[in-house]
């Protein structure tokens, strides 16, 4: 927990000055319309570097050990929705979202849950339709689509 | 035009068959969302904002507002039954609905937590109603520095009565206005931290922020605690629903205090959390019996109910009249407002009345549809817990990529909203708070504007915040909220921290 919180409260501190030199870049003064574009987002910067600076000393001076940022064991569920669904992200930019859909629900399904293979088709076929009817159809809100829906005249 | 007749007005555009239909489909949706974990009233409606751009405005919101209901109601059914609290507000529900449910009596507690619900958002309301027009005129008067000053409250609140770490709560609304930024500038029209990126520059967008830090982040939390629900489903018979509005007739007074705590909170933003904990505090502070909080009684329901859902009406009120949100649900609303091409704020009730009294009008019939549809239907809500997990947790990822990439039709989008889930997992569990930096993201253009504005307005001065009579009294009022963390060990109130009442 403590190392968690002093990691997080570092990677905030880098942010911190990479907002700083940002503002710099794009002026901190005063011209002919008013302040320039980088003052507000400069002393953002400095405040959140100040603040987030504190916190890191503040943790590391409380020293003891409480609890733990995640228990043993409750990570891996934590990783195991984490990657499939970066993976259904990556394989939405070469088949479009309704058939990574369905091909995340299905995995996601058999690998996790140890559903049956007629339940999965069921539901990781339907859903993607159900999606496709709202969305294309109905609302006329287009989603990302890939060859299979090219093929079927979308 | 008075204020009655305004509402009558408002009642004509809300009481048409479509928009009554709106209303029910509204409220099932959002009781779905509310019951569903990872899905809460911000990111629902903000996954189905896309959906109502081809909708009136006024039908849009009233769908919009529906679901926020819903979920308010949704988050009761699942706190009660399955002691999994939907939203950051029903944690205090648990403590004495979820014992309740386990002695058999879900039927009981469940209707107390609508009714008061109920009880909450009507007091709510009927307050709405009367000073949304004097607000609405008053902020008209406002210029730059008053907006920057209230906005400065806005987020001096959080700090001052966020309850956690002040530090960490400052951290949420920094990075959050960071985050805002990012784009175009909006004066001058140069590119802010976009690092060479063209994608970057339509800037980042809080409804993709709220869908993965509320959403995502969620779900990612609720699979550490274990893949299965185990809860009690209920069945809620007429002969219980009336033998307990009969005793609840008995705690009147702790509605009167729940909706009155639960307004005045809510009235300010990040409200309904702190305001459902007050609340449970006064009532067993009250009680004549207050050992017996925590083991099941229907006042532990009754008092954070009535107070959380007269809050989440009123932190519509800052919305309407001031186009301030007063909670990420209702900065998810603004965003709409915005894209229905309305502008938010005072200039509302002058130029579209029949927009904002529908909308007040609209929270009336939607309360009363509310507390029939979730009293007749609960088992079927109930229901829905019973789905394999392994199926809600792909459905619900894959709904919140659905959402994430139809605010602007970007791929990039789905990435940041897996981006803001990370984010909104680890500053959970790191106690950092997200509401803020929701408001943060939403608001900083306009704060940056308005601020900028008021030191053009005074050369460069911020004594200009404290020259202005109305600018100064609340800069005063937000200073000293800034400086509460400092002084409160001094005076600190009775009430419950949310922190430990979720760790017992």
Known sequence: MRTADIVCGVLLVVVGVVVVVEGLRLGIGWSTDGPQPGFFVFYLGVALLIASAAIVLLTLRRGAVQRPFVASGQFRPVVQVFLPATFMVVLTGFVGLYVSGAVYLAA????????????????????PVLTFLIFEVWFLVPLPKGPLETRLGY | MGGIENLLLGFQVAITPYNLAVAVVGIVLGTIIGVLPGLGGANGVAILLPLTFTMPPTSAIILLTSIYWGALFGGAITSILFNIPGEPWSVATTLDGYPLAKQGKGAQALTAAFTSSFVGALFAIILVSFFALPLAELALKFGPPEFFAIQLLTFSSFIGLGGGSPLKSFVSIVLGFILGAVGLDVVTGRLRLTFGSIELMRGMSFIVAVIGLFGLGEIFLTVEEGLRFRGVTPRVRFKDMVATWRELLGYWRTFLRGSIIGFWMGFKPGG???????????????????????????????????????????????MITLGIPGSPTAAVMLGGLLIWGLQPGPMLFVEKPEFVWGLIASMYTGNVIGVLVVLFFVPAFASILRIPFAILVPLIVFVCAIGAYTVSNSMLDIWFMMGFGVLGYVFKKLDYPLAPLVLALVLGDMAESALRQSLIMSQGSVLIFLQRPIAAVITVAALAL?????LGPLLRRPRLRPSEATRT
């Open chain 1, 108 to 127: 996601y399904m058999r690998w996790i849950g140890r559903h049956s293979w007629a339940l999965i088709l069921v539901v990781s076929i339907g859903i």
């Open chain 2, 272 to 318: 309904a959390t702190p305001a459902s904990f007050m609340s449970y505090g006064f009532a067993r502070r009250f009680s004549r019996h207050p050992e017996k909080f925590g083991t099941g009684v229907l006042e532990g329901v009754v008092a954070p109910e009535t107070a959380a859902h007269s809050a989440g009406v009123a932190a519509m009120l800052p």
């Open chain 2, 482 to 486: 800034f400086a509460l963390p400092v």
